[in-house]
C-alpha cells in the first residue's frame, strides 16, 4: 500500500498570503488529521477529518481551515500568513479514528518570510 | 502545561548503552503510542498500547504502559547510532477523542 502523501513539501510564502497544503491517506482510511510542529511547541494538534466531517478541532485561529474530500483526500488552508505559521505541517491518517495508532506523510515545510 | 510530559528531553549516549524515556501525565490514556521521528520527515508508529501494565516488545526496544494507564515508558537495549532519532509518545484520552503528544525525546546515539 501506498503512504501518506503530502503536496508540496516545500514552500515558501510572504506574510499576508494564504497557502493551501494537501494530503492524500493510504487506501482505505477515512480519518485525516492535521498537526503543526515547531522547534518550541512541538507536534500541535490543528484538526481531524472522518468522512467529509470535521470531528476534532485543535485551538488555532480561524485563519486556519480544512477539508476533506469523498476520497479522503484533505486540504488545509491558512489565510493572511504570519511569520509565526513557519513550521512543518504534518498530516496523518488512520482507518477509524487515531487512537490505535495514525501513519504521517512526509510533512510540508512552509516558510512565511 | 503539557498534558503528556517526556524526559529526558535530549539524550546523547554511546554505542551499546542501555536508556529508558519515560511519558506521564496525570490524566488516564485509553491508549498511548510511541512513534520515532527523523529530520525532516514525519513519525513513525513504533507501539500501540491499550491494557495497564501492557508490556510490548520490538526487537531491543521494549514499551511498557502504567498499570494505571497514566505513564509509559521506552527501554532501548544496546542502543546503535540508527536509533538516533525524536522518541515521541501520544496518548487518546478517550475512543475516537484526539491525540495529544508529548514534547518528544532527541537521543543520540553515538559511534
Known amino acids: 500500500k501506498a503512504g501518506v502523501t503530502q503536496t508540496p513539501r516545500y514552500l515558501i510564502k510572504t506574510r499576508g498570503q494564504q497557502v493551501t497544503l494537501s494530503c492524500s491517506p493510504i487506501s482505505g482510511h477515512r480519518s485525516v488529521s492535521w498537526y503543526q510542529q515547531t522547534p518550541g511547541q512541538g507536534l500541535q494538534f490543528l484538526f481531524e477529518y472522518f468522512s467529509e466531517t470535521q470531528r476534532n478541532k485543535g485551538n488555532f485561529p480561524g485563519r486556519f481551515s480544512g477539508r476533506q474530500f469523498s476520497n479522503s483526500r484533505s486540504e488545509m488552508n491558512v489565510s493572511t500568513l504570519e511569520l509565526g505559521d513557519s513550521a512543518l505541517y504534518l498530516c496523518a491518517s488512520s482507518l477509524a479514528d487515531g487512537t490505535s495508532g495514525q501513519y504521517f506523510g512526509p510533512g510540508t515545510r512552509l516558510t512565511v518570510t | 502545561t503539557q498534558l503528556l510530559e517526556q524526559s529526558p528531553q535530549f539524550l546523547s549516549i554511546q554505542e551499546g548503552e542501555n536508556l529508558t524515556v519515560y511519558c506521564n501525565s496525570s490524566?488516564?490514556?485509553?491508549?498511548l503510542q510511541w512513534y520515532r521521528q527523523e529530520p525532516g520527515e514525519g513519525p513513525v508508529l513504533l507501539v500501540t498500547?491499550?491494557?495497564?501494565?501492557e508490556v510490548k516488545k520490538l526487537k531491543r526496544l521494549t514499551f511498557q504502559f502504567g498499570d494505571a494507564r497514566k505513564d509509559s515508558s521506552l527501554h532501548i537495549t544496546a542502543a546503535q547510532p540508527g536509533d538516533t532519532g525524536l522518541y515521541l509518545c501520544a496518548g487518546a484520552l478517550a475512543s475516537g477523542s484526539r491525540l495529544t503528544f508529548g514534547e518528544g525525546t532527541q537521543l543520540t546515539v553515538n559511534p
Open positions: 498500547v491499550v491494557t495497564g501494565g
Open positions: 490524566s488516564v490514556f485509553s491508549s
